[in-house]
C-alpha cells in the first residue's frame, strides 16, 4: 500500500503577486500580470509585453551579497522555497534535513545572467567575466541554491522538460516519498527568460503574441506572452504531516505523462500523447471524468495548441463537461514554472471552493470551443482538479489533486 502524499504548503512568485495570499487575492480578482516590458529596451520588436514579476525584492529572502551572484530564476526559487516551508509550518532542522528533499523543474537556465556576462565579455574581455557565470548556465543552479539557503540535504533533482517541468518535478517528488526516500520534498517549477535573445528566438517561431493580451481560447489568441516566476508546494508523507500537526491543503492523487511525436520545426503539441497523459493520470488517481470538478488547462493562447486542447478536453471528459479556466490569461507562458503556478491555483481552488476565471476571453472561436469555460470566477465545490501540463517537442503531463479527507 503506498503512502498518501499532502500538500501541506504552497510558495508563490508570480507576475500576479508573491506569496500564496497575493496570488489568490489575483486570481479571485481575475487579474492581469501582463504589461510593458521594462527589464530591457524592446522597442525595436514586434513584442514589448510580458508577465514580469513586479515589486520583488531579492533581499527580503536572500543575502544581498550572495544575491549579486545568483541569477533571478535563482532568487525565485529561493524565495518560493521559503514562503513554500513557512506557509507548512516547516523547520528544517539537523535532524530532518537529510529526509527534506527537493525537485525543482525549469525549462531552461540562468538566462539574464549569462547574456549579461556576455556583454561584458564583447566589451571588456574574457578576463571580466564573472567566475558565476559558469554556476548561472546550469539548470541544476536553482536546487543548488535552494538547499545552501535552507539546508537541505535529502534526495533532490532536477527536471526540465519545456512547460511540463514543474509536473514532472511535482510526480518525482511523489514517488520519492511513496518510496520512502524522503519525508518531505519540495517540488514545482521556477523559469526567469525574460532576455533579449529568448525573447527574439521565440518571435522568430512565431510564438509571441504581437498584442498586449493572453487569448486562451479566444477566436483574436496569436500566441503566448512570455512570463516568469516559481510555484512550489510542500508535499509531505501523511503519516509525517498527522504527526506534527500540519494542516493538509489537498492530496496529490494522481500523475500521468508521455512522451511522443512533435515537430521539431514548430512550438506545437500532441493530441494522442497529451490523451494518453490524461488517461495515465486519472487512472493513477482512480477517477473518472465525472469526478472532476475543475480543469486547469494548459492554454496558453496559441492558435493550434489551443484548438488541439479544446479537442481533447470534449473527447476526454465528454458528457462529464466540468469547469475548465486557464489561468496563463493571467501570468501568461512561463514555461517550466507553469505547471508550479497552475498547481498552486489548482490548490487555491480546493481550499477556497472558487473557480478562477479564464480573462480576455471575448470572441469564441468555433473551430476551438470549451463549453464549460470559466470566464467569471465564481464560487463552487472543488473536490477534485486535474491539470494540463503540455511540454514542447514530446514530453506532456497531468496531475490530479484532491481535497483531502
Known amino acids: 500500500m503506498r503512502r498518501r502524499v499532502l500538500v501541506t504548503g504552497v510558495g508563490v512568485v508570480s507576475p500576479i503577486g508573491i506569496g500564496r495570499e497575493a496570488f489568490g487575492a489575483a486570481l479571485r480578482e481575475g487579474r492581469s500580470g501582463i504589461g510593458p516590458l521594462t527589464r530591457f529596451d524592446a522597442r525595436d520588436g514586434p513584442c514589448r509585453v510580458a508577465a ?12 544581498p551579497r550572495e544575491a549579486r551572484r545568483m541569477d533571478p530564476v535563482d532568487h525565485y526559487a529561493v524565495a518560493a522555497a521559503r514562503l513554500a516551508l513557512a506557509d507548512a509550518g516547516l523547520v528544517v532542522t539537523d535532524a530532518n534535513r537529510g529526509r527534506i528533499g527537493l525537485v525543482l523543474g525549469t525549462a531552461l537556465y540562468g538566462v539574464q545572467f549569462g547574456e ?50 514543474g509536473a514532472d518535478a511535482i510526480a518525482h517528488a511523489r514517488d520519492a516519498i511513496e ?20 525573447l527574439r528566438g521565440l518571435d522568430a517561431a512565431a510564438a509571441l503574441s504581437r ?53 521539431s520545426g514548430g512550438l506545437g503539441i500532441d493530441y494522442d500523447t497529451a490523451a494518453e497523459a490524461v488517461a495515465a493520470a486519472l487512472e493513477d488517481a482512480r477517477c473518472r471524468p465525472g469526478d472532476v470538478d475543475l480543469v486547469s488547462a494548459n492554454a496558453a493562447s496559441e492558435v493550434e ?26 501570468v501568461g507562458q512561463t514555461l517550466g514554472a507553469s505547471a508550479g503556478l497552475q498547481a498552486a491555483a489548482s490548490l487555491f481552488a480546493i481550499r477556497e471552493g472558487f473557480l478562477p476565471p479564464t480573462i480576455n476571453y471575448e470572441t469564441p472561436d468555433p473551430g476551438c ?4 469555460l470559466v470566464t467569471q470566477g465564481r464560487a463552487a465545490p472543488v473536490r477534485r482538479v ?3 501540463s503540455f511540454g514542447y517537442l ?8 484532491g481535497a483531502a479527507a
Open 52 to 63: 514580469e514579476v513586479r515589486g520583488f525584492d531579492a533581499a527580503a529572502f536572500i543575502d
Open 179 to 198: 518510496a520512502g526516500t524522503a519525508d518531505v520534498m519540495i517540488a514545482g517549477g521556477v523559469e526567469a527568460p525574460l532576455s533579449p535573445t529568448i
Open 211 to 263: 498584442g498586449a493580451h493572453s487569448r486562451p481560447y479566444d477566436r483574436g489568441r496569436d500566441g503566448f506572452v512570455l512570463g516568469e516566476g516559481a510555484g512550489l508546494v510542500v508535499l509531505e508523507a501523511e503519516d509525517h504531516a498527522r504527526a506534527r500537526g500540519a494542516r493538509a491543503d489537498a492530496e496529490l492523487l494522481g500523475c500521468g505523462t508521455a512522451n511522443g511525436p512533435y515537430d
Open 369 to 372: 470551443l470549451v463549453r464549460s
Open 116 to 165: 549579461a556576462q556576455h556583454a561584458v565579455f564583447r566589451a571588456a574581455g574574457l578576463r571580466r567575466v564573472s567566475p558565476y557565470t559558469a554556476i548561472a548556465i546550469f539548470p541544476f543552479s536553482p536546487i543548488g541554491f535552494v538547499s545552501i539557503a535552507l539546508g537541505i540535504t535529502g534526495w533532490s533533482n532536477v527536471i526540465t522538460s519545456c512547460a511540463a517541468s
Open 394 to 401: 514530446g514530453t506532456q503531463s497531468v496531475l490530479v489533486f
Open 305 to 330: 495548441n489551443d484548438r488541439l486542447e479544446a479537442a481533447l478536453i470534449g473527447e476526454r471528459y465528454g458528457g462529464a463537461c466540468p469547469p475548465v479556466t486557464s489561468i496563463r490569461s493571467m
Open 386 to 388: 486535474v491539470q494540463h
